[in-house]
């Protein structure tokens, strides 16, 4: 299930201690106006995270009603050139908000009647190996198939797969339960998926996905690693680090080309947010195509909390919202596009799982509950 609370709280030794003489000055510009201190406690928590080395650097961009509320870059690109990290121009690996990024251009293929998200996957790509259930690319959009996650250290491979070539990861292993009775995250769904949307448009996906939702969405600081080349040389990346108790460390190299739709892009803070915003003004395709894609699947009478490709959830306020949270090697993500309250967060960070969603969900909710309250900046 979407953010759910998992992880064990952060000691964080007096996070405004460092930041005191900052917070004293907004104090007399702003006098007691508990509005307005949410966004220094939301700046603050940001801060210490650098500061008590929690993370290596962070980019949030926030829009609420298409304007920019919230944008700031906190820490370093890179530690050891001491290269600041800007929200507009750091390129982060954005891992599992790439699903997010497929699912769009699956539901413009949709939409172009191409592919029908209920005809098996097998009309599409004949040669995968046959299973003892068949399956439907809805199957694995909602990740009801039952084809299995990574295994030992699959989620590290630094090999030139193509995307047809990577199949041979899983390809000869069974269903894991019979498709439509059960729901288990994974990736390589969306490379199958991938697969098949390129043996539809005759094109490689990277650029069927650039056709469709990149350009037309101007997200133009948003990367395809590149299938020979890892890690990829694109400028402004931050560089990927890893943390264990000694610090942070530079993290191992993958090439996430042949899982690129699963959790392969790199992106901005700010290209997220306009995609999350592309969204709420209806500039994508229409709502009823997008429909299936933003509604939680029902597995036994119960919500998977998972459209297909994006994470339908509500926050522990009751808030509904969809996107993504992703974690892969060197970069860790949240993107949330919340409707009613009309609000967008794209918080990118250059670290395998820093263990901070904790911290994370709580500058998300005193963000939201600040404007909820009545606060413009």
């Not at 928590?45 to 919230?70: D, H, N, S």
């Not at 069974?174 to 769904?189: A, I, M, Q, V």
């Not at 949270?325 to 794209?346: C, K, R, T």
């Amino acid at each position: 299930k979407p953010k759910t609370k998992n992880h064990q709280p952060q000691t964080i030794v007096n996070p405004f201690k460092k930041y005191l003489k900052n917070l004293v000055a907004s104090k007399r510009v702003i006098g007691n106006d508990s509005k307005l201190m949410d966004f220094v406690k939301a700046d603050a928590t940001l801060q210490a995270l650098v500061a008590e080395k929690e993370i290596p650097g962070l980019a949030i961009t926030v829009f609420k009603e298409g304007k920019t509320l919230v944008q700031k870059g906190y820490g370093y690109a890179d530690l050891d050139a001491r290269i600041l990290v800007d929200p507009q121009n750091t390129i982060f690996r954005i891992a599992s908000v790439s699903k997010n990024i497929a699912a769009t251009a699956l539901a413009h293929m949709v939409n172009d009647g191409l592919i029908d998200l209920d005809t098996s996957f097998y009309k599409y790509v004949p040669y995968f190996p046959k299973k003892k259930w068949d399956f439907t690319i809805r199957h694995l959009a909602g990740h009801t198939a039952g084809i299995r996650g990574y295994q030992g250290t699959e989620y590290g491979f630094n090999k030139k797969f193509s995307i047809k070539e990577s199949i041979e990861i899983f390809a000869a292993d069974d269903l894991l339960f019979e498709p439509g009775t059960d729901y288990l995250y994974n990736s390589y769904d969306w490379i199958l998926i991938s697969l098949a949307m390129q043996e539809l448009s005759g094109i490689p996906f990277k650029d069927y996905v650039q056709e469709k939702v990149l350009n037309p969405l101007e997200m133009t600081n948003t990367f395809a690693p590149s299938l020979a080349v890892s890690p990829c040389r694109v400028e402004n990346r931050a560089t990927f680090y890893s943390k264990n108790r000694l610090g942070f460390r530079k993290a191992i190299p993958v090439n996430n080309f042949y899982k690129l739709a699963g959790g392969g892009y790199l992106s901005t803070s700010e290209d997220i947010a306009k995609f999350g915003q592309a969204y709420l003004d209806g500039k994508v395709i229409n709502d009823d195509v997008l429909f299936p894609f933003l509604t939680s699947e029902i597995i036994n009478g119960n919500k998977t909390y998972y459209g297909l490709g994006w994470q339908v959830s509500e926050d522990k306020k009751g808030r509904s919202y969809f996107g993504h949270i992703g974690n892969g090697v060197g970069g860790y993500s949240n993107f949330f596009v919340y409707p009613e309250q009309q609000l967008v967060f794209a918080i990118l960070i250059n670290c395998t799982n820093p263990n901070v969603q904790q911290d994370l969900d709580e500058v998300v909710d005193t963000l939201i509950s600040a404007q909820e309250r009545g606060v413009s900046l």
